[in-house]
């Protein structure tokens, strides 16, 4: 019978999460704007204290801010530069999943190979069909963020799965 392997699974609070798009020539001026380097390839992040920015996408990246500053963000980058910035704080739900079982666990819903990722890395990738955003904080730390209206199923499914791997099942 294999060890059991322990993994906790956690709703993390709200924070201010934005939709940032813009063209490429412009990430520097948002940058300087928002006080956050906006990394340039897809799937990088990168952090300025509490705030992360994670690029989706040649021209999309998504902006993590401590709740408190939702609106200085909201309005850095007006009358700059073109863009498009939209709050999302509660269009979706991030689960932290954690321990020497993360790995294990996302393999229930998830068909990539996981512990390919690198650390410090995310992608959009998709949940037992649900679309979802997986970040790779450390070796055992993830997050994985879904929208509001798939919570709950996402939810049942990583309760379980941390259950049957905790029993070594």
Known sequence: MPSPLPVAVTVLPLAARFSLRLRPENREAAEAALGLPL?????????????????????????????????????????????????????????????????????????????????GRGARTVFDGVQAILVRETEDRFTLSVWRSFASHVEDLLTRGARELALGL
């Open 39 to 119: 990394p340039d390839r897809i799937g990088r992040t990168a952090a300025q204290g509490a705030r992360r920015a994670l690029c989706l996408g040649p021209d999309e990246w998504q902006i993590d801010v401590p709740e408190g500053e939702a609106g200085q963000t909201a309005t850095a980058l007006a009358g700059h530069i073109p863009h498009a910035l939209v709050e999302v704080t509660d269009r979706e739900v991030t689960f932290l999943i954690e321990g020497p079982g993360a790995l294990d666990l996302l393999s229930v819903g998830i068909a990539r190979e996981v512990g390919r990722m690198e650390v």
